[in-house]
């Protein structure tokens, strides 16, 4: 081996330069300043130190040691590359220079939210209006600056805004209601504020509205007093409920019943308590305050004295009494009733005498006005003011007939055709004890001035 001047390793220094991150192979860092000329002579250059293994020398020049499966990336592996560069004259070192490369960033990162913020969020519908109800964050590798937007388009984007855009700081902008609607999807973006690509990234975030105790107990069945299915406000229902002078100790069935409210906060179900506020008649009637139920403790001594009692009922919540509800039980006293209606047959026979008039009375043979009537035992004369009479609809026939509450048949005459037989069936409804009875008539229309004739009844 020939041995140069020992100077041929002088006249080098430390190398200070800076790189593009991403760059690729091969890209040019900077020249060694030497004396001599490695490969032509003794003078031999060596890479070491940390760093070493991102640089190769070709000459005097040192290149960038990169590849598509290791890509220099400043976010990875720091903001400065650190090697030194030995130079040997023989075996002997006779030089070394520092090598520090800067890596220069380039944006080659979205923005990406943290998982943490952007879950599903859980908002009483009680929160504040203009209140922060949720943060969302995102980060960048590249550190820009992030700013967030709410996308407008989705319906739901209305409930919410962002008035510091750097700041991800969601505001409540309208009041939520779990009863309109119990959950709600907004679009957030993270967008770069300083950069010309200005990436982004977006998120979907569910918002479960929680039902918050601003209803009041409803009793049943509700009434609503308007369309608004968000906030349905009862009318309440008027309990009834039927019982006689003999009753006591017995729990009354009201109609519509049973009593029972609920908590107008459906996602809460708060319980209630029940309580008579007005017409217990000295403990005459109780209230079981769990479940509602009305008790008769002891008979009514008089029904002509006391026809009726009207109790005001209760629903308040067991965990605000402050919250509650009033609805009107209304309880009739009865005569005893051992007797059903009946009619005196079963089957009636009528006639009517076509074209005569608009409408006409049914009458039987012998010119005599028709008139059914139910007999009630109960009554010393037979006669129940309570009773109820109607056709039931079986057949068109009904459409030409009406019945009066006195028991008489009425015909639309003008629509009526000789020798046509129709058949009714007639109710008699006793309103007080809900007896129903029946009977049959058999109508015929005769020409105008035949007489009719009586037929043998099965």
Avoid at 36 to 62: H, M, Q, Y
Avoid at 330 to 358: C, D, K, R, W
Wanted: hydrophobic share 35%.
């Amino acid at each position: 081996m020939i041995h140069l001047p020992a100077n041929l390793c002088l006249g080098g220094q430390d190398i200070f330069a800076s790189i593009r991150e991403n760059s690729p192979t091969g890209e040019f860092i900077a020249n060694v300043s030497i004396a001599g000329d490695p490969g032509a002579n003794s003078v031999r250059l060596c890479l070491t130190g940390e760093n070493a293994d991102w640089f190769f020398l070709e000459e005097k020049t040192i290149r960038l040691n990169s590849s598509l499966s290791r890509a220099l990336d400043k976010e990875l592996h720091g903001s400065v590359l650190l090697a030194a560069l030995t130079c040997y004259e023989g075996e002997t070192i006779q030089s070394e220079y520092r090598i520090m490369v800067e890596i220069l960033n380039e944006n080659d990162n979205k923005p990406v939210f943290l998982e943490e913020t952007i879950q599903p969020v859980n908002i009483s519908e009680l929160a504040a209006v203009n209140s922060t109800v949720f943060t969302v964050k995102a980060i960048d590798a590249d550190d820009d600056t992030i700013m967030y937007v709410i996308d407008k388009q989705l319906p739901d984007a209305s409930y919410f805004r962002i008035d510091l855009p750097n700041s991800g700081k969601v505001i409540l902008v309208k009041a939520l209601d779990y009863e309109t609607q119990s959950q709600l999807q907004l679009i957030i973006y993270a967008i770069e504020m300083s950069t010309k690509e200005r990436y982004n990234a977006s998120a979907t975030i569910t918002v479960n509205v929680l039902d918050g105790d601003d209803l009041y107990p409803q009793f049943q069945p509700c009434t609503p007093l308007s369309q608004d299915r968000g906030h349905v406000i009862c009318t309440n229902p008027v309990y009834r409920a039927n019982i006689t002078e003999t009753m006591q100790n017995i729990t009354l069935t009201f109609s519509p019943g049973p009593i029972h409210a609920v908590d107008g906060d459906i996602g809460l179900g708060t319980h209630v308590l029940y309580t008579i506020l007005s017409g217990a008649d000295n403990g005459r009637f109780r209230i079981n305050n769990i479940t509602g139920e009305v008790t008769l403790t002891k008979a009514v001594e008089d029904r002509l004295l006391t026809p009726t009692f009207k109790l005001d009922i209760m629903a308040s919540q067991v965990d605000d009494p402050k919250k509650y509800s009033i609805a009107t039980a209304m309880v009739l006293v009865l005569a005893e009733n051992y007797f059903a209606p009946e009619f005196n047959s079963s089957t009636y026979q009528g006639f009517i005498m076509e074209g005569v008039g608009s409408s006409s009375l049914v009458s039987t043979y012998g010119n005599k006005v028709l008139v059914l009537q139910a007999i009630d035992r109960d009554f010393k004369d037979g006669i129940n003011p309570k009773i109820h009479y109607s056709l039931r609809p079986k057949s068109n026939n009904t459409k030409l007939y009406h019945i009066t509450q006195e028991g008489h048949l009425i015909a639309r005459t003008s629509n009526l055709r000789a020798s046509e037989k129709h058949f009714l069936e007639v109710l008699a409804t006793d309103q007080e004890s809900g007896e129903v009875v029946k009977t049959s008539v058999d109508i015929e229309v005769l020409q105008r001035g035949q007489k009719g004739s009586p037929k043998k009844l099965d």
